[in-house]
């Protein structure tokens, strides 16, 4: 059968090969199976029952909302030679019937109708001599209340099917993969034993990536100066957000446009237009931008706040590469966006009974954003989408993610909260660290706490930006409060001890640039509070020269940090601490300008202590650990252990690749990577016996990759 479907798409459709999804959705309808099929917007569902239609036997009757849009559908499959019409109320009723009467005759293999048909009796009884071999709902969501384009008339569906003397095979097709709106299309077209098909949602030219950052706006810049010519889109949540962040840009230099519904319709035009032209690259935006948008070259898609859930995310974040091009959806996370969220839920007005699942939904945003899995992994998987291979690129899971050592760090932190009594907030926690000396710190007689000026060495801001981290990683608790107030959460206990370690994952690709403008003014302003504390003119410390070069080179020990010009040993000894400091929280959280994808691997100074994530997992597999192993333990997934000795391999380290290989494939699967090339695994994956694992093509791949090349 699948054969014969595959003769049917090169004949009339002229396409070589089934895309990803449409092959089991097309074998269950011809198994006679009942079937939902969620596939994304342009996804190809048309050719999953149009297919089916020209193999089963009678007609099929396509069930759709979008009346205007039948003829040209009909047209289009006219064009490619298959017989179809169409029954809606542009056709007056002995139009109407004689179509039908022809239907009887045979003449048609797919019959478009609009819903409102199957409510009148006159269709009903028509439809009763006609050989309906498949009902195909499109657009299925329009029968839940839970979607966005709620049809009663599709309600009207299920009670058609029941009064037809016998019950064609159904198939419904929506694109929308909320769990809840899939399970309300299964009740409400009562399907029977459906089989379910959610696929295509995997994009493997999107980077995804959260960035938890003290500093949006530098970040912002910093990326957009490493990427000049790129087109992208930066989605904020609220108007006066995105008024802030247009103003930011544009004093910054940077030509952005804007979109909100605080604008005119033809400010909004305009704007559209400008980004739609490539007039402007970039656009500041809220989640009113977008519908319908179909540029193919946006090369990122920036969140700077949380999304409310995740198919807001998904959508948004999915307008980036539509050419099939590599591009980034990078979502910068702060709690407090949490927080914003939450009160939009309290605000909304219009649905009390919705507000539960909407919480449900932000916590599965907020889980996105803490995951230490795959980032697409788990967004598909939310959608319903099984059998995922982990992405390789995104901030998890790629290779290039090195794990920092903060243990000391939060240490401190921890203790200042605990003899603060767990009564204050972020603000205060961060100038008792920091030794600041101010009236509420000698209010509260802080100053004479144990953890006052421990973190002397960092910014106020910088203190703020490592307690957020630690509460997005759920050490510490921030109530909901108007005045959060921080406390320890049970996670915190075992590091204060000393029986637990914190790891900061820091992902340390992209951002070639020559140097660094963000860090460079943290360098500067860091340079006035240092002279303001010693009482001399800040060029006395450091001149600009030295600074644009520590922006730059981004030292990270004292050895390199003294190999910047205008950097003698007297001024290492005293300036040093503080500016690598700076230095190294900033590439914490910003990744180096210097990394460009190699992870550096000098003797790390102070308490920072790098570790390249893929040594580490090469240092645990050494010492005998099976991969499955170390992936639970490390909590990263069993891909990126693999790819992440398959780097190290590329790196000259010494890896026994033949572990990996089944002997009795090993032929065939260097066959298959000869045939096709090792650009992508999946094809070749697919050629080859189920048992042939990917570990074991990529070990293939490496083994006889003769000289190693650096990624
Ligand atoms: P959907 O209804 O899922 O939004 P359509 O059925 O309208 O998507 O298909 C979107 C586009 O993809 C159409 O131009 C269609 O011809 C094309 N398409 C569908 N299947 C294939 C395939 N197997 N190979 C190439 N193009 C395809
Ligand atoms: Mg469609
Ligand atoms: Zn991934």
């Known amino acids: 059968m699948l054969h014969e479907a595959e003769k049917a798409l090169q004949r009339y459709y002229g396409y070589q090969t089934f895309r990803e999804g449409q092959k089991p959705v097309i074998t269950s309808i011809l198994r006679g199976k009942d079937t939902l099929a969620v596939m994304p917007t342009g996804g190809g569902k048309s050719i999953c029952y149009q297919i089916p239609a020209l193999l089963l036997p009678g007609v099929t009757l396509v069930i759709s909302p979008l009346i205007s849009l039948m003829k040209d559908q009909v047209d289009a499959l006219h064009s490619v030679g298959i017989p179809a019409t169409y029954i809606n109320s542009s056709l007056d009723s002995r139009e109407a019937a004689e179509r039908i009467s022809r239907a009887r005759k045979g003449a048609f293999k797919l019959i478009y109708v609009a819903p409102e048909r199957l409510e009148t009796d006159s269709f009903c009884s028509l439809a009763d001599h006609l050989p309906i071999s498949l009902v195909a709902v499109d657009e299925a969501h329009c029968v839940s209340q839970w979607g966005h384009d709620f049809r009663p008339s599709y309600l009207a569906i299920a009670a058609f099917m029941e009064k037809l003397l016998a019950r064609p095979i159904m198939a419904a097709f929506t694109a929308t993969a909320t769990p809840e709106v899939q399970a309300d299309i299964l009740e409400r077209l009562a399907l029977s034993a459906p089989e379910v098909f959610v696929t295509g949602f995997y994009r493997e030219n999107l980077a995804f990536s959260v960035v938890k950052s003290g500093n949006k706006s530098g970040f912002v810049l910093k990326y957009l100066s490493a990427h000049p010519e790129q087109a992208g889109i930066i989605y904020a949540a609220t108007r006066k957000e995105v008024d802030n962040l247009y103003a930011f840009l544009r004093k910054n230099g940077y030509a952005a446009g804007k979109y909100h519904a605080g604008m005119s319709d033809a400010e909004r035009t305009a704007s559209q237009e400008a980004f739609l032209f490539d007039e402007i690259r970039l656009i500041v935006a809220t989640n009113a931008f977008g519908m319908g948008i179909d540029k193919s070259n946006v090369r990122f898609v920036i969140h700077y706040n949380l999304p409310k859930n995740m198919e807001a995310y998904f959508q948004e974040a999915g307008r980036a590469g539509r050419d099939g091009e590599p591009s980034e959806c990078i979502l910068l996370f702060a709690p407090q966006d949490v927080q914003i969220q939450k009160y939009l839920i309290e605000q909304s007005v219009e649905a009390a009974d919705r507000k539960p699942l909407e919480y449900e939904k932000l916590q599965s945003m907020v889980g996105y954003c803490h995951t230490t899995r795959c980032l697409q992994q788990y967004m598909l998987q939310y959608f319903g989408e099984q059998d995922l291979l982990e992405c390789g690129v995104c901030s998890n899971c790629s290779s290039e993610a090195v794990l920092t050592d903060m243990t000391t760090i939060a240490q401190k932190i921890f203790s200042c909260i605990r003899r603060m009594n767990e009564r204050f907030g972020v603000k205060l926690v961060a100038q008792v660290l920091k030794g600041a000396n101010t009236q509420k710190v000698r209010q509260f007689k802080f100053e ?23 509460i997005a990683e759920e050490y510490i608790r921030m109530t909901d409060s108007q005045y959060p107030v921080l406390s320890l959460l049970p996670k915190a206990f075992p590091v204060l001890s000393g029986e637990e370690r914190v790891y900061q994952r820091v992902w340390m690709r992209q951002l070639r640039q020559s140097g660094d403008d963000a860090l460079f003014e943290q360098l500067r302003q860091l340079r006035r509070e240092l002279a303001q504390r010693d009482k001399v003119p800040p060029y006395i410390i450091f001149a600009d020269s030295a600074l644009r070069e520590m922006s730059q080179s981004c030292p990270m020990s004292e050895a390199e940090f003294l190999q910047v010009k205008g950097v003698g040993e007297q001024k290492a000894k005293k300036y040093g601490p ?8 900033y590439v914490a959280e910003h990744g180096s300008s210097r990394a460009a994808g190699e992870p550096e691997q000098t003797e790390a100074a102070g308490e920072a202590k790098k570790v390249p994530s893929h040594l580490l997992t090469l240092q645990m597999y050494q010492a005998g650990k099976t991969l499955k192993e170390i992936a639970a333990e490390r909590k990263l997934g069993l891909v990126t252990i693999q790819d992440h000795l398959l780097r190290c391999g590329r790196e000259g380290h010494d890896v026994d690749w033949g572990a990996f290989i ?21 094809p070749i994956k697919e050629q080859l016996p189920e048992e042939v694992d990917y570990m074991a093509i990529k070990a293939v791949i490496a083994k006889y990759a003769g000289a190693p090349e650096r990624t």
């Not at 144990?450 to 307690?467: K, L, N, P, R, V």
């Not at 503080?578 to 929280?585: C, D, H, K, S």
């Not at 089944?662 to 999946?682: F, N």
């Open 662 to 682: 089944p002997a009795a494939h090993e032929a065939a699967i260097l066959a298959a990577v000869r045939e096709l090339g090792s650009e992508k695994l999946r």
């Open 578 to 585: 503080p500016f690598l400091a700076a230095i190294r929280q």
């Open 448 to 470: 004479q706490l144990s953890t006052y000026g421990i973190m002397a060495e960092y910014t106020e801001d910088q203190i703020s930006g490592f307690i957020h981290l630690l």
